[in-house]
């Protein structure tokens, strides 16, 4: 089946940097989604991307699929910023959206 | 409702009891979906509804595991004779149609003892 691989598995940030964290899929993908899991452990949609770029105020996405990658770029990182990170896809030809995820990102913004 | 309210929050059980989590998806949302998330295993999904039929049920762990989906609405996953390696986080989440964004739940955290 496909593979999602994040990067990097971890990452600490002191408040007003910014990142950037990437998400390589192994197959071509129909649905690609990045979301936040907030410490309480709900997963908070960030971004339905599955080509393009998406921007939504400090965060912006975006996706390549002919090259089977997505960049989540991330500014002026918040303390609040902090948390997993997860991007999931739908193999292609999918139509159910099941999605398969990625391992996660663990961004820790310091004050 | 506004969002996908899910029931339990947390659930604590013994070894071989049966357990029930209820999913209440987003009015109008057709398509409901079932994941766990556990520490050893990521975000794994488990099962798909479109209205009451499951057409895809490939990550059903084992026989022990169940869902039903009734009036295009509410599920339940029902787990039989719980084991340890049950214990994870149970997340639905639903979706208008067959694409675009799925909307999850803030989970049943399942702990058995």
């Known amino acids: 089946g496909i593979q999602v691989e994040q990067s990097p598995p971890d990452l600490i940030l002191q408040e007003g940097a910014n990142s950037t964290l990437r998400c390589n899929f192994s197959?071509?993908?129909?649905?690609l989604q990045w979301f936040h899991q907030n410490p309480w452990g709900q997963l908070i949609n960030l971004f339905y991307i599955p080509s393009g770029t998406k921007q939504n105020g400090r965060l912006s996405a975006t996706t390549v699929a002919t090259e089977r990658y997505s960049l989540l770029y991330i500014s002026s990182s918040q303390t609040t910023d902090s948390g997993v990170y997860f991007c999931?896809?739908?193999?292609?030809?999918?139509?159910?959206?099941?999605?398969?995820f990625g391992q996660g990102t663990t961004l820790q913004v310091k004050p | 409702g506004a969002g996908v309210s899910q029931s339990p929050s947390n659930k604590v059980t013994e070894k071989g009891k049966d357990v029930e989590l209820r999913c209440d998806p987003i009015s109008g949302h057709t398509a409901l979906y079932w994941y766990r998330q556990s520490l050893g295993q990521g975000l794994e999904f488990l099962i798909y509804f479109q209205g009451n039929s499951a057409p895809d049920k490939s990550g059903l762990p084992s026989d022990r595991f169940s869902a039903e989906r009734t009036g295009g609405s509410v599920s339940t996953l029902t787990i039989q004779r719980t084991q340890q390696e049950d214990s994870a986080v149970y997340l639905c989440?639903?979706?208008?149609?067959?694409?675009?964004?799925?909307?999850f739940g803030p989970g049943t955290r399942l702990l058995v003892l």
């Open positions: 989440a639903s979706l208008r149609g067959g694409w675009g964004t799925q909307y």
């Open positions: 197959d071509s993908v129909n649905n």
């Open positions: 999931a896809v739908e193999n292609l030809p999918g139509n159910t959206g099941k999605l398969i």
